[in-house]
């Protein structure tokens, strides 16, 4: 599986941006889709997780309600609409993808459990 992140920019903070991550490959329904973030001078950290259908979500709490992910298997593609951002969100995004599935925090959130991962996408949040 390849993966290509977009849709980053610059925002002033309390707008909103949707990032999208393109996937190759016939069987992009059955993986399970993360999303991460590395900030200058910081460790990459989840940020949020759809699995296959039924589809369940997570996120990390710093972001929880103010972003939400989706996917659309029929475009092997999943989004990450980030709304009321903050100074704090900038970083640079990742997309990431494994072929298992994970219902354990400890697990969806862990950078070594997925097999692929895109080029990030920059996102910057002004104050």
């Known amino acids: 599986v390849q993966l290509q992140a977009s849709g980053g920019g610059l925002v002033q903070a309390g707008g909103s941006l949707r990032l999208s991550c393109a996937a190759s490959?016939?069987?992009?329904?059955?993986?399970?889709m993360g999303w991460f973030r590395q900030a200058p001078g910081k460790e990459r950290e989840f940020v949020a997780a759809?699995?296959?259908?039924?589809?369940?979500?997570y996120f990390a709490d710093s972001v929880k309600g103010r972003f939400t992910i989706s996917r659309d298997n029929a475009k092997n593609t999943v989004y990450l609409q980030m709304n009321s951002l903050k100074p704090e969100d900038t970083a640079v995004y990742y997309c990431?993808?494994?072929?298992?599935?994970?219902?354990?925090?400890?697990?969806?959130?862990?950078?070594?459990?997925?097999?692929?991962w895109g080029r990030g996408t920059q996102v910057t949040v002004s104050s």
């Open positions: 490959g016939r069987t992009f329904s059955s993986y399970f």
């Open positions: 759809i699995s296959r259908s039924p589809v369940n979500t």
């Open positions: 990431a993808a494994s072929p298992r599935t994970y219902y354990s925090r400890s697990y969806y959130e862990d950078q070594n459990r997925y097999d692929y």
